[in-house]
């Protein structure tokens, strides 16, 4: 579309993923079919969940941490009888006290915001043989630990690092494929939304509530699963091509350069993931700021500026502890991924700079 239909690219920073663009495709396979060949691919982290369930003959207990996404949880609350332990994203490694488990039951490992490694559980693991490991590599899912992952089950979801329409995966030692039906409706759906988000973006008049609410329809659908469902073929063949290493660099670019930029701020802005043990463990720069007003007030400020600013997550206070509801009340992710460069980097440290020096 030219001339009246379509004006200048908008400028947006995060938000939903749109359909890539060819600069993020490899002229070849990646490693992903490869090294991921034992793996079930899903729709969704959460269709992975479901897989992993029907593995077993009877209900099990599952060990989740607190601080774990609450529609995630509501979930597997449907398959597994759930208790939690603390693992904040503020401490250096969980507080393994605090699992309680019987022998035969699942403990989930969760590598939060890629901030874990191996190391942190091994010494866990080594004590408890007679404990059943779900590793969730949702925010790294191919960093070195998630490639090289000896445990009894492992999963991730890929849609929140990778613009696919859909997108999960599941395996393990343990691991037994089970058949699933094709998420093909779902998929289609949200290949239309990220083209006519796509179209907006290019500056063509497209209404956002046409391709909000289709992304509002998949999510639902995936809220309310009772099975799972594989993954899309196109969403497969867009995985398999993708320079992932190339995305990385670019996430690992921004988020240097952000943190440079916020030099002075350490008083106001808490950076809690900047050290992992690869690059491919890398997710978007998480924020604590210092009051959950403060936060809730960034965030406003931040949307007008066109900066969609996620929380991972918002917890019931009714439901977790004093502590993992304060930390969740205070944590923000900026989401400098691989689409943005070092324009979109200054932008966004003036918008958290100008933010800090009117409330410091």
């Given at each position: 579309m030219t001339g009246d239909h379509c004006r200048k690219r908008r400028t947006e920073i995060g938000s939903y993923f749109e359909l890539p663009g060819k600069s993020m495709f490899l002229g070849r396979r990646n490693f992903i079919p490869e090294l991921f060949a034992d793996c079930e691919w899903t729709a969704s982290g959460r269709d992975a969940f479901i897989a992993i369930a029907k593995n077993f003959r009877r209900r099990k207990t599952l060990h989740v941490p607190e601080f774990f996404c609450p529609l995630t949880l509501s979930i597997l609350e449907k398959f597994f009888d759930v208790k939690t332990y603390v693992d904040l994203p503020t401490e250096s490694i969980p507080r393994f006290e605090t699992i309680n488990a019987n022998p035969g039951d699942i403990v989930l490992v969760l590598d939060i915001f890629g901030m874990r490694?191996?190391?942190?559980?091994?010494?866990?693991?080594?004590?408890?043989?007679?404990?059943?490991?779900?590793?969730?590599?949702?925010?790294?899912?191919?960093s070195e630990w998630a490639k090289n992952s000896s445990a009894n089950f492992t999963m991730a979801s890929l849609r929140k690092c990778f613009p696919i329409a859909s997108g999960g995966y599941v395996g393990g030692a343990d691991f037994k494929r089970v058949e699933g039906p094709k998420g093909g409706?779902?998929?289609?759906?949200?290949?239309?939304?990220?083209?006519?988000?796509?179209?907006?973006?290019?500056?063509?008049?497209?209404?956002?509530?046409?391709?909000?609410?289709?992304?509002?329809?998949?999510?639902?659908?995936?809220?309310?699963?009772?099975?799972?469902?594989?993954?899309?073929?196109?969403?497969?063949?867009?995985?398999?091509?993708?320079?992932?290493?190339?995305?990385?660099?670019?996430?690992?670019?921004?988020?240097?350069?952000l943190k440079s930029e916020l030099e002075g701020f350490g008083g106001f802005y808490n950076f809690i993931n900047a050290d992992t043990a690869d690059d491919m463990s890398l997710f978007n720069p998480m924020l604590v700021l210092n009051s959950g007003a403060l936060r809730e007030a960034l965030r406003k400020d931040m949307l007008f500026r066109r900066i969609y600013t996620p929380v991972l997550w918002d917890l019931d206070r009714e439901k977790v502890s004093g502590e993992a509801y304060d930390v969740s009340s205070r944590i923000i992710d900026i989401p400098l991924d691989f689409r943005y460069g070092p324009a979109q980097v200054e932008y966004v440290a003036s918008a958290l700079k100008h933010f800090a020096e009117k409330n410091g």
């Amino acid at each position: 579309m030219t001339g009246d239909h379509c004006r200048k690219r908008r400028t947006e920073i995060g938000s939903y993923f749109e359909l890539p663009g060819k600069s993020m495709f490899l002229g070849r396979r990646n490693f992903i079919p490869e090294l991921f060949a034992d793996c079930e691919w899903t729709a969704s982290g959460r269709d992975a969940f479901i897989a992993i369930a029907k593995n077993f003959r009877r209900r099990k207990t599952l060990h989740v941490p607190e601080f774990f996404c609450p529609l995630t949880l509501s979930i597997l609350e449907k398959f597994f009888d759930v208790k939690t332990y603390v693992d904040l994203p503020t401490e250096s490694i969980p507080r393994f006290e605090t699992i309680n488990a019987n022998p035969g039951d699942i403990v989930l490992v969760l590598d939060i915001f890629g901030m874990r490694s191996r190391d942190t559980w091994v010494g866990f693991l080594e004590l408890r043989p007679d404990l059943v490991f779900l590793e969730d590599h949702s925010h790294a899912p191919f960093s070195e630990w998630a490639k090289n992952s000896s445990a009894n089950f492992t999963m991730a979801s890929l849609r929140k690092c990778f613009p696919i329409a859909s997108g999960g995966y599941v395996g393990g030692a343990d691991f037994k494929r089970v058949e699933g039906p094709k998420g093909g409706r779902h998929e289609d759906d949200k290949l239309r939304g990220q083209y006519l988000r796509k179209l907006y973006m290019d500056g063509c008049k497209i209404s956002p509530d046409s391709f909000v609410g289709m992304f509002n329809s998949v999510e639902a659908h995936y809220n309310s699963n009772t099975d799972f469902f594989e993954m899309g073929d196109v969403s497969k063949e867009v995985l398999f091509s993708l320079d992932v290493e190339k995305m990385q660099k670019a996430r690992r670019a921004n988020f240097e350069a952000l943190k440079s930029e916020l030099e002075g701020f350490g008083g106001f802005y808490n950076f809690i993931n900047a050290d992992t043990a690869d690059d491919m463990s890398l997710f978007n720069p998480m924020l604590v700021l210092n009051s959950g007003a403060l936060r809730e007030a960034l965030r406003k400020d931040m949307l007008f500026r066109r900066i969609y600013t996620p929380v991972l997550w918002d917890l019931d206070r009714e439901k977790v502890s004093g502590e993992a509801y304060d930390v969740s009340s205070r944590i923000i992710d900026i989401p400098l991924d691989f689409r943005y460069g070092p324009a979109q980097v200054e932008y966004v440290a003036s918008a958290l700079k100008h933010f800090a020096e009117k409330n410091g």
